[in-house]
Nanobody
């Protein structure tokens, strides 16, 4: 079992930055691929960014590529999402996820077993 807790969301203006954190417990963090998803009201949950358990290779949604950076601190069992140049369309609840089969890095939400409760990010025009 894995427990995930997100933090760092808030209300910001267009062009501002936020750094989201996801603290994990219950399993060796370095062996888990991690991903960030987001969900806006009335929309489906969408993949934002992911980082592989072994190689630390990353992937990003086209909508955030070049603006967001995912990283991890294995010593602190924490994964981060640095969000720069925020836009109103980034407004959503952001979720941390892990527990995919065989630790694969995937952009399919249903492949992940463990989820945090989410943190709200609101970007005003």
């Amino acid at each position: 079992q894995v427990q995930l807790v997100e933090s760092g969301g808030g209300l910001v203006q267009t062009g501002d930055s936020l750094r989201l954190s996801c603290a994990a417990s219950g399993r060796t963090f370095s062996r888990l691929s991690m991903a960030w998803f987001r969900q806006a009201p009335g929309k489906e949950r969408e993949f934002v960014a992911g980082i592989h358990r072994d190689s630390n290779s990353t992937q990003y949604a086209n909508s955030v590529d070049g603006r967001f950076t995912i990283s991890r601190d294995n010593a602190e069992n924490t994964v981060y999402l640095q969000m720069n140049s925020l836009k109103p369309e980034d407004t959503a609840v952001y979720y941390c996820a892990t527990g995919s089969p065989l630790g694969i890095l995937t952009d399919v939400a249903l492949r992940y077993t463990y989820w945090g409760r989410g943190t709200q990010v609101t970007v005003s025009p």
